[in-house]
Structures are given as structure tokens and as C-alpha cells.
């Protein structure tokens, strides 16, 4: 079962757009990622995203580029929210999933799956960046890319 992390786009400042889109260039950025999983032949069973809409515009470019049946908009997925149900929510699926979301909750899942704490800040995540996890009797890191490095 993998499991693909993405924090949306880069977006533009609330001053300038309250509802904060992604901005130009997180459109872009959040293109040559979907290229890349495109590329990559990435197949997910479940794609969940947030209800901001930086993360609603990331997963739609990103959708249009991968296999994924279902994707969902969730409550559950904001910046702040409580990452402590989400390991039993993604082994109960037992299917690949990517969660298109916010930080800190990415980094806290994160950090959760991997070391059982979500107070360690084990990986680094950038707009429109990518984590892909694996779990088989543990959760392990595969892979970690950036738009820079597409």
C-alpha cells in the first residue's frame, strides 16, 4: 500500500486574494509535478483533499495526470487538524492513497506513520512537493521530490 503526500501549490497571499488560489506559478509548479506522476505511471484508489482551495486547484491539475477512481473533499484535512486517527483511517483502506493537503498536518502524518510520534519533523515538504510512503509491516519513506527536481 503507498501512500503520496502532497501539499498544494504555491498560492497567493491572503492580502491579495482572500480565498488564496494557487498563484501563477504554483499552477506551474503543480503541472510539472502532475507531469511527473503522469510519467511515473502513479495509480492511487482514493485521492483526499482539503476544502481550501489551493489544495481543491492542486488536486484537480494533479487528478487530470493520475489514475484515481475516487477523489474526495474532506473536513478533516485543514492546516491545524488533528493528525492522531489518520493511521488507522489509511491502513483500514489498504489502497494506495495520495492526501493533497496542508502543513503542518503533512509533516505531523508524517512524522506520525513513520516514528509513531507526530512531534518529529522527519520530512521537509515544499508547495506542490511529493512524499511517497510504503507500508507493509511499517510505514518507510520511498521517495521525496520537489518541482525543482522534475
Known sequence: MKLYLVQHGLSLPEEKDPKRPLS???EVQTQKMAEFFKAEKIRVDFLWHSQKLRAIQTAQIISKS?????ISERNDLNPL????????????????LMI????????????LLLTGS???KIVSFKNSGAVCLEYTDTWMIIWIITPEQV
Open 100 to 111: 493533497v493537503g496542508h502543513l503542518p498536518f503533512l509533516e505531523k502524518l508524517a512524522s
Open 24 to 26: 501563477p506559478e504554483g
Open 66 to 70: 493520475i489514475s484515481c477512481p475516487e
Open 118 to 120: 507526530e512531534n518529529y
Open 81 to 96: 487538524d488533528s493528525v492522531s486517527e489518520f493511521p488507522e483511517k489509511i491502513k483500514s483502506l489498504n489502497k494506495n
